[in-house]
């Protein structure tokens, strides 16, 4: 579900629109998306957010419509601290570290993709391994 170049350990951002717009340029310059990608993003969070609460931990999962991606992708981003980002029902803020950025080119994946990395991520020994991770190559099952 993930490759070794998308994973990011140790990203700073000082609040989700910083991380939106640093990762939103590494992704323009790798060509996973067009030039709409972090307006679109930005907006979408603000009406959907994406912050999901687990037993113990919180994760975000931000996306946004396939007309904005060129490649698909599933992005895993661990940040140095965590910020605070909207949980998807309530809309109270939560203290996320861990992020996952879908970039979903055919939006009728959307729903199957979502619903097998929720089962993933819903394991707390995945937060585990990715929160306890020194390096990427500590996380080589998650992408062989």
Same mark, same amino acid.
């Given at each position: 579900?993930?490759?070794?170049?998308?994973?990011?350990?140790? /990203?700073?951002?000082?609040?989700?629109?910083?991380?939106?717009?640093?990762?939103?340029? /590494?992704?323009?310059? #790798?060509?996973?998306?067009?030039?709409? =990608?972090?307006?679109?993003?930005?907006?979408?969070? #603000?009406? =959907?957010?994406?912050?999901?609460?687990?037993?113990?931990?919180? !994760?975000?999962?931000?996306?946004?419509?396939?007309?904005?991606?060129?490649?698909?992708?599933? +992005?895993? !981003?661990?940040?140095?601290?965590? +910020?605070? =980002?909207?949980?998807?029902?309530?809309?109270?803020?939560?203290?996320?570290?861990?992020? !996952?950025?879908?970039? !979903?080119?055919?939006?009728?994946?959307?729903?199957? +993709?979502?619903?097998?990395? +929720?089962?993933?991520?819903?394991?707390?020994?995945? =937060?585990?391994?990715?929160?306890?991770?020194?390096?990427?190559?500590?996380?080589?099952?998650?992408?062989?």
């Amino acid at each position: 579900m993930f490759q070794k170049e998308d994973i990011y350990l140790d /990203v700073d951002a000082k609040n989700y629109i910083e991380l939106f717009e640093k990762m939103a340029k /590494v992704f323009k310059e #790798k060509r996973y998306v067009k030039e709409t =990608y972090l307006k679109s993003v930005l907006e979408r969070e #603000k009406k =959907y957010p994406t912050g999901f609460e687990f037993d113990g931990y919180n !994760i975000g999962l931000p996306h946004t419509d396939a007309e904005h991606i060129s490649v698909q992708k599933i +992005i895993l !981003i661990r940040l140095k601290n965590e +910020i605070e =980002y909207r949980e998807v029902v309530t809309n109270k803020k939560i203290p996320i570290k861990i992020f !996952i950025m879908l970039l !979903i080119k055919n939006g009728e994946d959307q729903t199957t +993709i979502l619903g097998k990395l +929720i089962e993933i991520i819903g394991e707390k020994e995945f =937060y585990r391994k990715v929160s306890e991770a020194k390096k990427v190559e500590d996380l080589k099952e998650l992408y062989e």
